[in-house]
């Protein structure tokens, strides 16, 4: 788990541009959306794309996301269940 | 400086007609033109659901009487197709005795040959003469050519979904101004794989037919057109004494200044570009009898909109309804496809029918014109909203 | 009918021109076929969270804008109108690639936002909560020009007080390899000092943002009246003097007023004839200014042309870099720009010092 939680954190930088940060600037609690990173919805997608071809998971309602998407807890808790690949 | 800014003439192809008469019987038959994916080899072919022109290049090649080594987009083809169509509805016959301009709209260009040939332009020679037509200015240029307007003002305008409505608006400012006596105005986008895996990435598209302002709306369907109209001004309606279609009163744009593709949550720039409209056409809201909406039957879309129309227009709002389920969302053609078919509610007095709705959506109690209805129309607002916030409302009426 | 002025301007060109104080004081001498645009540090003008996915386009859009606004001295304008030819190429390039190689899967949106003409203008917007008039031309080497045109009519009109209008265009690695094999960039590598006279098919391509607030306000910063601009989507070599001869005609304003001649010549054998046509007979006698030996060739590259004529007009002074001919003149008040690309889209302007 904390190694998928490192490659998350190191896959979010590097998908989305976050230039300035590195993996240790997230914490596994942090936010994503809204007040933490502050990732907005064009991220969400971005992010739903990253899930399919790393994970082999396929999301068809960008709302799914939301819930998925809270933090690196939850992304890596949701993953790990739901992970093909 | 002219008063009006007379519509002389109309042309359109689209996925239910190759021309005006055409798309009109479709609209009243109710017939929509949303299929399966035919002309583009994808492998979304089996599940995307498309609003495609019936004619292949070959054959569009061969009614404009094209070359072999011609080297025209699809989005040139249908669009110097819809623009012929309205040169010849507006009965030109000497392109010089007037300042003419044309002003057309793409946001996809030359997308559907480069995307063809791309790798391949590097091995072989065949197909290098398209490298050049790529960029979007060059449809028009060939829409142009194929008008015999030279030598004048000509220019492309790209603001994703309300290209065309944009192009409209600057037409009408031209002749308004006194810098041009006729112009001709409109839009072209054809379908490419770059579009459709585009709108795929947005989560946006429907795996079905689209629904617009359906509660259980899935989401768009995209559709490829061209449209075109002649506008004139009122010294060449009277010197030539034309019949007048319609007119163009008002217009607006505005920016919704919110988010890079999705529209803010009460349409701010929606209402900002309906009232403006409004103010250049010197009309209230009581005016407008019928509103072709954007409607594009994304989940966004239809409730930034509705809410917008309800903020402009309160309590009264007039019959509405999107056209989108039956040519698909045509891009930065739209508001020049939308343009033709509110001249022919006019003209006709009737609204067509927003197709395919089933439930009425649980933000609001506005519900769109289900049944095709026959309707003394004076007034009909077209409304036009895209990517980068762009948003754009024209006004039509049928009397100066 | 209200004048309008140019009252700030913004460059982002393959030359050190961002640094609005100086007027092409240091000359970076460019040796390659294409010329690439020497890039501000962008996180002084666009916060890191905005900034992360702007592709170059974009930025270059945003920082110059944020450059003519800050000279102009405006926190907001009542329009944008923007002109590019080809959008931001690169995301076009990267959206494009990813589907033939990946076979369509795994796409992702941003490269597709960013694809769209009108993202710099939308971007601008959004940057500056702008909600007022919006526009994107596309028009290849007319694209500025048409935007040029609209803020006109606006200003003139009254309908805008202040307008900020821009043209930007970037370079792109695959659409740069696909312009050598049809010859539209030179075949060899050819060096500032020598372009225009190279004698050689194709040109030098470059990049850059040019931007400006123009406005029917004319403020102490600013820089010339826009006097007139004229497009046309065709014209041929025999028709380019008399059409300059009757645009001039239109303003009231013979040969002998025009105090210098920008021409947008790029070293092209095959098209440069059209400035040639002015250059040997109409105009023979006035200083004659050329300038895509510094920056290249591009759709949106006429602009530079108007914001070394702003600086023309206001400081005097005609680096000798821009010279093309020995004619020189007192004092430079007014302005003739003549531009187009491969033979088309064509356009005139004239600049006046106010």
Known sequence: ?85 | MSQGVAITGMGIISAIGNNVAENFRSLVEGKKGITTISKINTIHKDVIKVGEIGYTNSQLEHILGLTPDNNYSRTGLIGAIAAKEAFANAGIKDINAFKTGLISATSVGGMDMTEKYYYDYLEHETHRRYIASHHAGDSTQKIAEQLGIDKSLVTTISTACSSAANAIMLGARLIKSGQLDRVIVGGSDCMSKFTINGFKTLMILSDTYNTPFDENRKGLNLGEAAAFLVLESDAVVKAENKPVLGYVKGYGNANDAFHQTASSDHGDGATLAMEKALKVAGYTPKDIDYINAHGTATGNNDLSEGRAIIRVFGEEVPDFSSTKAYTGHTLAAAGAIEAVYSILAMQNNVIFPNLNFKTQMKEFNITPQLELKEKELQTVMSNSFGFGGNCSTVIFSKNQ | MKKVYINSIASISPQKTFDSSEFLNEIIIHEDQVVFAVEPVYKDYIPPAAARRMAKGIKMGVVASKMALREAGLEQVDAIITGTGMGCLRDSEKFLSGIIDNNEQFLTPTSFIQSTHNTVGGQIALELQCKGYNFTYVHGSNSFESALMDAKLQLELEEAENILIGGVDELADYTTKLNKIIHHIKDKKTSSHNLLDSKTKGAVFGEGANFFVLSNKKQATAYAEVVSVKIFNTLSESDVAETALSFLKENNLTVEAIDAIVLGRNGDVEFDGFYTKLSLSLFSNTPQICYKHLIGEFNTASPFGIWLASKILKTQNVPNVLKWNEKNTSSYNTILLYNQYRGENHSFIILKSC
């Open chain 1, 1 to 85: 788990m904390e190694a998928l939680k490192q490659e998350l954190k190191e896959n979010i930088i590097e998908q989305l541009n976050l230039e300035d940060m590195t993996a240790e600037d997230i914490a596994d609690d942090d936010m994503l959306f809204g007040d933490g990173l502050a990732l907005d919805s064009i991220d969400a997608l971005e992010l739903i794309v990253m899930l399919d071809k790393n994970y082999g998971i396929k999301l068809t309602d960008p709302k799914e996301g939301r819930a998925i998407f809270e933090s690196i807890n939850t992304m890596a808790a949701y993953i790990s269940e739901h992970r093909s690949k």
